[in-house]
């Protein structure tokens, strides 16, 4: 059905990114990635998208693997310098309905400290702080033994007696453990629990229970390899224990921790101190997020007794973004992600935050933070060279010996977040160089993309986290256009002129960005509609300066001068007139497109109600009612071939059924509608 092929390849674009389908006939149709493939910041960060998950290589640090949110999981093996995308088609699992199904969303990684070749790899998404449509399937665990070329499922065998194959096979994995033994055994913290896997060729896993809730998200999880201890957290019910690397027993901890109040709880494993790894400590930090502030405890006695730590970092958004990590020789040195990247030096004891915003700059404090801003009126001398991207999910030391060390360079620290990858090079002093990784992967979460209808080589699209980004393939290049969320956005069929959504999915004004002068510097942006009531706008790709936005109470409306106008006339309703059928429309508007192809000097428009109507028409040229499609019209699409033929996406439907034809009688104007399972 080749309606039904378009249908999904718009919903691929959705959930992994923005990519384009090259070459005719639909035979020999093949996706290519147009990127953007990392966007430069003034600041000097690059950004692509969210990633939740880096795993180095144990005996070579400029080897890495990092799972994106939607984009997969990419390698490197020169330092950052190329990536490699190595799962675009091959996480697919077989269903025990018989179906296959894939994805391209990563919570986690982990590498084999025997076999460095072997990686494993968890899906599903454990970042999620709304929006669960704007991510991918949860798989569970994939393997691969050749350092990333190939992949296959773990525990493939859902329904296989006296596993619990079905339900990792489900689950979203928010931390993989590799722990060395004979043989290897990988525990994974899931959402549905925790779970081992034994490297012993029966391809089972087991639910470990004993001691442990009986169901619950396990968020997080650490090991002590010198007292031969995990730990693991589960969100709202506190932090266990198994003395046993196999964690077959567990107890819950206590001792000076929340019973109740929380969230999200964060570890990391910090028993080493002085030079080198003498002496170590069952010493455990562990961040809770606690009904929006944040609460950081330690333990120098494997959890028997907490001690909490006080004033620390809150940045907020703390069950979205919550990761501690402790440098390879100091354990006073701890790393906390939230919206920010923070550090102590004395292991938090003092508590308070330094600042460099202010003069005189405050530096008494434990916490200084190493993310922002290169433009603080007092210069941090703790940090150089770029601005992180906000919100950071995994914060991960390269280990000693997988790098030779330096003066300029004593520990790495590698920080994933929602921009990308950056490498952080720890000098002598304790003074971090940051370095952006993240050019050369295509990651972006795209929501919706804007094509130029003067030019097919370039696109302007809205990505979750990164804002709004014009992308060229020819020649290849990126720009962006706005920060904060992106999400819907469209060229005008004249200047290269972009209007976007200014609050992503939180409120409905409307915004325009001025192309730049000169090019690749900044765009002027300014609020053409600013009430919040609008859903969507789409510009006409055969008129400059047609706007037309959807406002929450079904009604439609344009102007013909989004381009030229002054943004304080756009901002008024006098500058916009109804577009609706006056007479016989029932229920709301919720979408519409324009006619493929101009025949006529005056516009012509497809227009769907939620009632399941579709209409054609303007206020230019009558309205003619063609269906009564039976469910809401989510979407409307011209057949760019055939004139007048449209595809009609239906709410609350399945396939075959889903997807309407509509075509336009040449004598009568009525509709004749088909059902999309009939089509060749």
Request: aromatic share 8%.
């Amino acid at each position: 059905m080749k309606s039904s092929l378009r249908i999904v390849a718009v919903v691929a674009v959705a959930a992994f990114g923005l990519w384009a389908l090259s070459g005719r006939p639909a035979v020999a149709e093949s996706w290519v990635s147009i990127g953007p493939f990392g966007t430069p910041l003034v600041n000097n960060d690059v950004i692509s998208g969210q990633v939740n998950a880096i795993a180095v290589h144990p005996k070579d640090a400029n080897t890495l693997y990092v799972g994106a949110s939607e984009g997969g999981v990419w390698k490197t093996s020169d330092g950052g310098a190329t990536w490699r995308a190595l799962t675009d088609v091959r996480l697919v699992r077989k269903q025990a309905s018989g179906k296959f199904k894939g994805t391209l969303t990563i919570g986690s990684l982990a590498i084999d400290p025997n076999m460095p070749e072997t990686v494993y790899v968890g899906t599903g998404e454990p970042n999620l702080g709304c929006c669960n449509n704007l991510v991918g399937a949860a798989l569970g665990v994939f393997r691969s033994t050749d350092g990333g070329t190939t992949w296959v499922p773990t525990g493939a065998d859902l329904n296989r007696a006296g596993c619990a194959n079905g339900a990792i096979g489900q689950a979203v994995v928010n931390r993989l453990l590799a722990v060395a033994g004979a043989p290897t055994a990988v525990l994974a913290a899931t959402n549905t629990g925790l779970f081992r896997y034994l490297e012993d060729g029966n391809d089972c896993w087991t639910r470990l229970s004993t001691g442990l809730p009986p169901s619950g998200n396990a968020i997080d999880l650490v090991e002590d390899p010198f007292q031969g201890a995990l730990y693991v957290a589960f969100g709202s019910q506190g932090i266990f224990k198994s003395t046993s690397l196999s964690g077959a027993q567990w107890t819950m901890l206590a001792g000076g921790l929340p019973a109740s109040g929380f969230n999200r709880i964060a570890l990391a494993f910090g028993g080493r101190r002085g030079i080198g790894f003498s002496n170590p400590l069952p010493l455990v930090y562990a961040g809770f997020s606690a009904n929006g502030t944040y609460r950081l405890f330690r333990t120098i006695d494997g959890g028997g007794a907490w001690s909490e730590l006080p004033a620390p970092p809150n940045d907020g958004q703390l069950d979205f973004n919550n990761t501690i990590a402790v440098g390879t020789f100091d354990s006073d040195e701890v790393y906390i992600g939230q919206v920010g990247l923070w550090k102590a030096s004395d292991g938090g004891r003092h508590g308070g935050l330094n600042s460099y915003k202010v003069t005189p700059p405050v530096t008494g404090n434990s916490w200084t933070p190493l993310s922002c801003c290169l433009a603080d009126p007092n210069p941090n001398p703790l940090r150089k060279n770029v601005d992180l991207h906000a919100d950071n999910h995994a914060i991960v030391f390269a280990a000693s010996g997988s790098f030779a060390p330096g003066p300029s360079q004593v520990q790495i620290v590698y920080v994933v977040n929602d921009g990308g990858v950056i490498k952080g090079s720890i000098d002598s002093l304790g003074v971090v160089s940051w370095q952006s990784l993240t050019k050369g992967m295509a990651i972006g979460q795209a929501g919706t993309i804007g094509l130029d209808p003067g030019s097919e080589t370039t696109t302007v699209a809205g990505y979750w986290h990164n804002g709004d980004i014009l992308t060229l393939t020819n020649p290849a290049g990126s720009l962006p256009v706005a920060g904060g969320d992106g999400f819907q956005t469209t060229i005008d069929a004249g200047n290269l002129i972009v209007y976007f959504n200014c609050n992503a999915l939180f409120g409905g004004a409307i915004c325009r960005a001025l192309p730049p002068a000169p090019f690749f510097t900044d765009f002027k942006i300014e609020t053409i509609w600013g009430d919040n009531t609008a859903r969507k706008q789409w510009s006409d790709p055969h008129r400059p300066g047609h706007l037309l936005r959807l406002q929450k109470v079904g009604l439609l409306f344009r102007t013909k001068t989004a381009g030229t106008a002054a943004a304080a006339v756009l901002n008024t309703a006098d500058a916009w007139e109804a577009v609706d059928p006056f007479w016989g429309k029932t229920g709301l508007t919720t979408t519409m497109a324009f006619r493929s192809r101009v025949l006529e000097e005056q516009p012509i428009y497809y227009l769907g109600t939620d009632t399941g109507q579709v209409w054609r028409g303007s206020p230019e040229a009558n309205w003619v009612k063609l269906c009564e499609c039976g469910g809401a019209v989510n979407q409307i699409s011209p057949d760019l071939f055939q004139n007048e033929r449209i595809f009609v996406a239906l709410a609350g439907t399945v396939s075959p059924g889903r997807i309407s034809a509509a075509s336009r009688s040449a004598r009568s104007g009525a509709g004749a509608v088909r059902d999309s399972s009939n089509m060749a």
